[in-house]
């Protein structure tokens, strides 16, 4: 019997020393997931991480598993928000469980990037860029290029195409692009996330596009902007809809959205391709949140509309820190109205 107390009691205190050792996770913690597009992960890692250190009784979580699959898990009630570079059709903000709405929270620029001897600055207009990812261009330095290019002296090297698997965010800007450049493209491929391309080498990430056009000399690929100036790899101008070459850059991106700004729909799902204006970069675009209106339970309502409120203010530094460009004062208003008639 002695025994039997004994190792009872011994039991008791071992239970309470692992009671005591072990963190307690505060019942009303809120943990919020959302899912999308990886183009601003690294920025939404940044956000969430912040402001889970400013606010501990919030966890928001996002993971970049595409944004078709976000809307997907919107739709079964397993996400509570999403996040990409399409603008959502009227089908697609009406067809959940509760209407969707939609807000931008950055801007962001796609940039054509290759691996040349020498490391040029080439200039590039959305016809060349069609009928080089159409396989009608197949070396360097073909007169249509050299065209572009005046005073630099192009190898004759064979163009290795490399493009994005899937459906990417990335995809859909680019031929959105080249789909209201070269009435070829628009004929043939068109504006699609996911679109049918006739050459080309198949890379699964933005990352991994980098990293294959990097290494292979010859190679042209198509990144977010900030990819390309994290990895140093050379990225050229592009003509935009007034004949002028640009380089992805804040003013050209600003000047993308001030172009667009006032002619911005309530639900604010426009294309920024191929603004007007001499300053414009021509292959803009804002990424945007898709989040039901209403169904959340309203602890959970309210900490998902402080996050993203926040993420438009105070979390536009972390934005230019990035290298993102952040809304321009007008539509970062309109957008956090948008947050706030959530339900």
């Not at 699964?204 to 294959?212: F, H, I, L, P």
Request: aromatic share 8%; glycine share 10%; hydrophobic share 40%.
């Amino acid at each position: 019997m002695r025994v039997a107390r004994t190792a009872r009691t011994l039991l008791q205190v071992a239970t309470l020393a692992v009671m005591v050792a072990t963190p307690v996770v505060a019942q009303d913690m809120i943990s919020l997931v959302g899912s999308g597009s990886n183009l601003a992960v690294s920025l939404y890692s940044e956000w969430t991480a912040e402001f889970g250190r400013q606010h501990p009784g919030v966890q928001v979580r996002y993971l970049g598993l595409g944004t078709s699959q976000s809307l997907q898990e919107i739709r079964q009630g397993t996400g509570d928000f999403g996040g990409g570079e399409i603008p959502l059709s009227e089908a697609q903000k009406h067809g959940a469980k509760s209407t969707l709405i939609q807000f931008p929270t950055v801007v962001l620029a796609i940039a054509p990037i290759y691996k040349l001897p020498g490391k040029p600055d080439l200039r590039f207009s959305g016809e060349v860029l069609a009928e080089i990812y159409l396989g009608d261009i197949k070396n360097w330095n073909d007169p249509r290029i050299a065209k572009l290019n005046p005073g630099l002296t192009l190898p004759d090297l064979e163009i290795t195409v490399v493009h994005l698997s899937g459906v990417k965010g990335s995809n859909y800007i680019l031929t959105d692009f080249l789909s209201r450049t070269s009435p070829q493209w628009k004929s043939k491929i068109g504006k699609n996330a996911s679109p049918a391309w006739p050459v080309g080498v198949e890379i699964n990430r933005s990352e991994g596009m980098v990293t294959k056009v990097g290494a292979t000399p010859g190679a042209i690929g198509y990144v977010e902007l900030t990819y390309a100036k994290r990895k140093d790899i050379g990225y050229g101008s592009v003509q935009n809809a007034a004949g002028q070459f640009v380089k992805a850059s804040g003013p050209g991106i600003l000047a993308a959205c001030a172009a667009n700004e006032k002619s911005l729909p309530e639900d604010l799902g426009v294309s920024l391709v191929n603004a007007p204006g001499k300053e414009s970069y021509p292959l803009v675009s804002f990424t945007w949140i898709y989040v039901p209106a209403s169904g959340l339970a309203p602890a959970r309502s309210r900490a998902l509309k402080d996050f993203w409120n926040w993420a438009l203010s105070d979390g536009q530094e972390i934005a230019n820190r990035l290298g993102y460009s952040e809304l321009p004062p007008g539509i970062a208003g309109k957008a956090k109205q948008a947050i706030n008639s959530i339900q």
